[in-house]
């Protein structure tokens, strides 16, 4: 066990990412106390019930009044708004981070309150499940994964790399990226991605060729990946598209471009299109392997196999 990095920390948003942080942190002995506080009195009650926190405050100006370190885990739209509400209420000296999944529309959010005397460093850890709520969380979740950091201009480096070594003590790798280009990257590796999921499974729905128990019976062929990225939440995901509207405007926009390209190929019978392409593709997925990011088990390890 390590002597806590911060003797008191503050989680608003008691979700996913909150409680998988706070699982990870006590495993890891880096906080001393933890307050915790969600808009939801039914999920203060489950924090309560579960032993989430050390102390669920029922006021949030409660929750952040001595914290060292208050994270920020609520939907990127409420970011800046919460943070309005708790600014003259932060001690001297405190770092204020979040793990929004969109990074410059935060920096937009917070900036213009963010006391002289407080940090501000937003983080964004790649790593989440299509669950939501202060039951999803577990220790695990960020082992291996990715933590973006994204200084903002003139960032206290001390208090940079202090919450930089807080995500490396509870299991991720971190990697410092601007905001724009954290924005872009994460279109093409996230945003997007779920985008696509969510049409595919809202064209099956609108589909009534198929039946729904066609659907669910034969899902297994590709569609049931997409299922469980579309069953992620809607408010985070409407905020990430509402506040990351150009980057995943372009993606979307070269997206569609591929696609028609696809389309053609297959309507004018153009088999080496669609193979080079598809060949191309596949390296992809052998990248991700060799990095360590993904199981390389038959159907992401769902599948027994007799060794
Ligand atoms: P979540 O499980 O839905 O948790 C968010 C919690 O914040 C919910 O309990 C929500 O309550 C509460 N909340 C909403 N507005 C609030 C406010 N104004 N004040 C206090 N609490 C409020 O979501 P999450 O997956 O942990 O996501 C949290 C943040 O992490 C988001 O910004 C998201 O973009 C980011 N993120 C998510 C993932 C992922 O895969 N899930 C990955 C990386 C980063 P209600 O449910 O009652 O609204």
Redesign the pocket.
Known sequence: MSAPLYERVAL???????SSMFWAMKRSGLAGHVTG????AE?RETAHKIGLCDTVCDD?LDAVKDADLVIL????G??G??FEQIASSLKPGATVSD???VKQSVIDQVTPNLPSHVHFIPT??????EH???G?GFATLFDNRWCLIVPIEGSDETAVSRVETLWQKIGANTERMDALHHDQVCAVVSHIPHLIAYTMVGVADDLSRISDQEVIKFSAAGFRDFTRIAA??P??WR??FLTNREATLEILGRFTEELFALQRAIRVDDGDHLHAYFTRTREIRRGILEAGQDTSAPDFGRIKVDQ
């Open positions: 608003i948003g008691l979700g996913l990412i909150a506080y969600d808009l939801s999920h949030v885990a609520v939907p990127v409420a970011i708004d919460v793990v929004g999944s964004h850890p790649m790593a989440g499940t939501s709520g202060p999803a992620s939440d408010t985070m905020d990430v």
